[in-house]
């Protein structure tokens, strides 16, 4: 089956800990994107990347980064920079980044901050 | 003022309602625009998709762009509490700086029908 897998669904972190959330995608699309959703907030983007090794910060990129070593991974690290990361971080994932290109969700992980 | 603007309700419905579920935009550079369903706890799905004005019909779902007036609507017809969902709306428009299109989404409104 395609699709978009991420883990773990469930992540609890200690304050001043970095976390490592895993996104991997076998649809062959050339575009990944980190979400973060929080209740009343809607999907802001954190970072999106069209190309193996070339990734772009989106609206709140301030306490996380990423890498984009091979086309069907994308991982987002959560840095102890991140004052408040509880939240529902979902990854995207597109074919292109034409207009007409559908953005495809994974089922998200749920992290919490102890 | 935000790009998009959708009410987060909650809204409830009694089962066999008509649903009308609403955007509004700024930005007249939106070109593309979807409907996405999220259950509780899962990641979105795109339900609708219409890039000019007028409707486009699936099934019990409408969805309706009105470019003149950047407002956008999803109808729900004879709704389930299967259709209890978080209800995104989004639009792509071409980010110069990245050279790429981007979706901006709305904040959401919650659906409950209600048995």
């Known amino acids: 089956d395609g699709g978009i897998t991420q883990s773990p669904k469930y992540l609890f972190r200690k304050e001043g800990q970095n976390v490592t959330l895993s996104c991997e995608q076998n649809?062959?699309?050339?575009?990944m994107y980190w979400y973060r959703q929080d209740p009343g907030q809607g999907l802001r983007l954190i970072y999106y990347s069209q190309i193996v090794n070339d990734f772009q910060k989106g609206d709140i990129a301030e306490g996380y980064s990423v890498s984009r070593e091979k086309k069907e991974s994308f991982p987002l690290t959560v840095t102890s920079a991140q004052k408040n990361p509880t939240a529902f971080y979902l990854c995207a994932s597109r074919i292109g980044t034409g207009l007409y290109n559908e953005q495809f969700f994974g089922p998200g992980t749920r992290l919490t901050v102890l | 003022q935000k790009e998009v603007e959708q009410d987060p309700g909650p809204l409830s419905v009694p089962e066999g309602a008509i649903v009308s579920l609403n955007c509004t935009y700024s930005?007249?550079?939106?070109?593309?625009f979807m409907w996405y369903r999220q259950y509780s706890r899962k990641g979105p799905e795109l339900l609708m998709y219409?890039?000019?004005?007028g409707n486009k019909e699936d099934g019990r779902f409408t969805a309706q762009v009105d470019k003149s007036s950047k407002y956008i609507s999803l109808f729900i017809r004879d709704s389930q509490p299967s259709d209890s969902a978080t209800y995104l709306c989004a639009m792509s428009a071409r980010d110069s700086g990245a050279g790429s299109y981007q979706l901006t989404f709305g904040k959401g409104t919650k659906l409950s029908v209600i048995p």
């Open positions: 219409t890039y000019s004005s």
């Open positions: 930005n007249s550079a939106f070109q593309y």
């Open positions: 649809l062959n699309h050339d575009a």
